[in-house]
């Protein structure tokens, strides 16, 4: 049984920055010095965020946007209660997979509920980079989803935004919240349990 509250899984291609985005908002670092590193399958981390006066552990899954590993990573999608799927504005290409990694998504999880990130802002702001993904089209598509963040890895804009939002509407979540609690008397539960087996009273 899982100790996290919510799990959380980042889906897109490769080399839209699914790690650093992560790297961010559990560590509050980027190196854009770091060589960049192929994800395989997915990467764990986890963090506590308080919504709603009570303090939640989300885990997070990286997962891989590389083609060769979508076979592994679709394991990953399987009890997430939320999805970030991540896009490079100024990368064309990146957008037109996002509807693929949303349909791969809602084959496993009909009902997880998702957010659209686009990144490296701070490239547009500065305009090293050029806006490929017209804003009006991003704007149109994520009507019927739960957000769209702008977000830079490298400044931090936006990136708790992104997950806080994520555990409000989480916590919001009626059912979602009776499962957790129910989870939570679980472990509990089963936390005693151990403790009796080495109590020698």
Request: aromatic share 10%.
């Amino acid at each position: 049984m899982s100790r996290c509250d919510f799990k959380i899984v980042l889906l897109g291609s490769e080399h839209v920055g699914k790690t650093s985005l992560v790297l961010r908002f559990v560590n509050c670092r980027f190196s854009d010095a770091t060589p960049y590193q192929n994800t395989i399958g997915a990467a764990f981390c986890a963090k506590t965020l308080c919504a709603n006066g009570k303090n939640f552990n989300i885990g997070i899954w990286d997962t891989a946007g590389s083609e060769r590993y979508e076979a592994m990573t679709r394991m990953y999608y399987r009890g997430a209660h939320a999805a970030i799927i991540c896009y490079e504005p100024s990368s064309l290409e990146s957008w037109k997979r996002l509807r693929h990694w949303l349909q791969e998504l809602r084959i496993v999880e009909e009902d997880c509920k998702v957010y659209l990130c686009g990144t490296k802002k701070d490239l547009l702001d500065s305009e090293a980079l050029e806006r490929e993904v017209d804003e009006d089209v991003v704007a149109t598509y994520s009507q019927g989803l739960f957000g769209h963040f702008l977000t830079s890895s490298k400044t931090g804009e936006n990136v708790d935004e992104l997950f806080q939002k994520i555990v409000e509407d989480c916590a919001a979540d009626v059912q979602m919240m009776k499962n957790v609690e129910e989870n939570r008397v679980q472990l509990q539960m089963e936390s005693e349990k151990e403790k009796e087996k080495y109590c020698y009273c």
